[in-house]
């Protein structure tokens, strides 16, 4: 009893100090591939940061304390970002494309799209998406066809995607 709460405390301590809590050795930012599914969605991270002790066995930490809630904002809401994925505005279902803010009008075919990602206060990554796409008819841009119900699955394959290299927030 004893020796599992002193392990939990060495382990709490580790990770105060910012260092790995199996091998103790320091939390450097790093860049780490990874890929998750969800239903038809999978998604493709490259060069995705995280706080890593070089051991791809070891839990990864979350590169800011904000990551995730941050990607969330960056994939779907951030007026500035120009990730391919289409909006969804206002009440409803509603979707409009990222790049030029039409109604989007077409229907969606199963694709794939890729952009840069900026997630505020670390590096940037690239990510991928296969799932259903669809073309704006206005400015002919490529994008995933980001409904409610598309976005809970990318959610899902993100969750996935975390869990195959045991990254955890802060
Ligand atoms: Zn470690
Ligand atoms: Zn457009």
């Given at each position: 009893m004893l020796t599992k709460l002193r392990m939990w405390l060495k382990r709490f301590e580790r990770r105060r100090r910012g260092k790995c809590e199996f091998c103790g050795q320091p939390l450097i930012l790093s860049r780490i591939d990874t890929s998750g599914s969800d239903e038809n969605i999978s998604i493709h991270f490259q060069g995705l940061p995280c706080l890593s002790?070089?051991?791809?066995m070891h839990p990864k930490r979350y590169a800011t304390q904000e990551f995730g809630s941050n990607l969330m904002d960056t994939l779907y809401f951030a007026g500035e970002s120009k990730f391919p994925a289409s909006r969804i505005k206002g009440l409803g279902d509603s979707q409009h494309c990222y790049s030029c803010g039409k109604g989007i009008t077409g229907s969606a075919r199963r694709g794939q799209v890729s952009g840069v990602v900026i997630v505020t206060g670390t590096l940037e990554f690239s990510l991928k998406i296969a799932g259903p796409i669809v073309t704006c008819e206005f400015c002919r841009s490529e994008q995933l066809y980001n409904t409610k119900d598309v976005s809970f699955h990318t959610n899902e394959a993100i969750v996935e995607a975390f869990k195959q290299i045991s990254l955890k927030p802060c």
């Open positions: 002790c070089g051991d791809p």
